[in-house]
């Protein structure tokens, strides 16, 4: 079968692996889309101080939805032809647990969630997480900053809670754009000026609570999510970096790091909260897909994230071509 690999550093192929094999708790899903998340993406394909190495690098992507293939004997919440989403990787056929359960659960995909949504479904239960630790309630101002697919969807999911504004930050024109289709009331650029003040012309005293949605080396960023965020505010780090942070001397009531982990709630059953969303039509996750090309296309995708990322949202690569 087919699958995507780093093979190197900055290179990615299309290359010929064998079937995987399917325990009896677990299925065989035959894949028609995964969604490939262009920050998290390049984690995995670029040598830095988080993956240094080795090489090849098999693990890339982690949102495979398809149609399951074979059931394993102690299988009893799904069966052949069931339409599913599970955390697995690019590659024509993966093996996922037989229900909402294990390292690798498969979720069934409603009959009226199209394929192209499919794919997002994974997302609930780390939205959920974020959007509870932030506890975002009516009337308050929210700053999204970093406007990659992790900060587009909490413009989704932020405007779930009913806020009076949401602002979303980020550097590059094209981001900002889909984080408006995504939602945000107010998009702004730091390069335009202070962005401190940027933000209290349109809330007073700035946001309520801002969620910090970018990661990698970029620790300078988590300084704009301070600044921007009201004194008595909270700030809670969604992002993973891998350089230091500073914490600024601002007087917040809360810096919530739970970018690290600490509090998440990994119940499965998340999922379906997320997916009965997507089904209901209040996340609008079409908007911010910005190219669909058969997997075989995938090399020359990772080929452009590498040389120019911020033109990228959503990518979602099709199985079934």
Not at 93 to 104: D, I, K, P, Q, T
Not at 178 to 201: M, S, T, W
Not at 248 to 261: E, R, Y
């Amino acid at each position: 079968m087919k699958k995507l690999m780093a093979t190197a550093p900055d290179q990615v192929e299309v290359v010929d692996v064998e079937m995987p094999e399917m325990g009896e708790d677990e299925i065989l899903v035959r894949g028609v889309r995964s969604l490939l998340s262009p920050g998290s993406e390049l984690k995995r394909v670029r040598r830095s101080e988080a993956h240094p190495g080795p090489w090849p690098n098999p693990d890339l992507g982690y949102a495979m939805a398809g149609v399951v293939e074979e059931v394993g004997s102690r299988v009893e919440e799904l069966k052949p032809g069931d339409r599913v989403v599970t955390m697995r990787h690019h590659q024509q056929y993966v093996v996922a647990s037989g229900g909402l359960f294990g390292e690798r659960p498969a979720m069934r995909v409603p009959d009226s969630v199209d394929w192209d949504t499919a794919p997002f479904g994974i997302w609930g239960r780390s939205c959920i997480n974020w959007s509870r630790r932030a506890a975002i309630v009516h009337g308050e101002t929210v700053a999204v900053v970093g406007c990659g697919l992790v900060g587009l969807l909490m413009v989704m999911w932020a405007k779930l809670s009913n806020p009076r504004r949401v602002i979303a930050i980020d550097l590059v024109p094209k981001r900002l754009e889909l984080a408006r289709r995504a939602g945000a009331d107010f998009v702004l650029n730091p390069r335009d000026g202070d962005i401190a003040a940027q933000v209290r012309e349109l809330s007073e005293d700035g946001a309520d609570v801002t969620l910090h949605c970018v990661g990698g080396a970029a620790a300078k960023s988590f300084d704009t999510s301070q600044v921007v965020t009201r004194r008595g505010g909270r700030v809670v780090l969604i992002g993973h970096h891998w350089t230091d942070l500073r914490i600024l001397p601002h007087g917040f009531t809360n810096i919530d790091l739970l970018g690290s982990g600490v509090g998440y709630d990994r119940d499965p059953k998340l999922f379906v909260d997320g997916m009965e969303l997507l089904q209901a039509g209040k996340l609008p996750v079409a908007d911010i897909v910005t190219h669909k090309v058969p997997y075989t296309d995938g090399p020359g995708i990772y080929d452009m994230l590498i040389s120019n990322p911020d033109d990228s949202g959503a990518i979602l690569l099709e199985w079934d071509t």
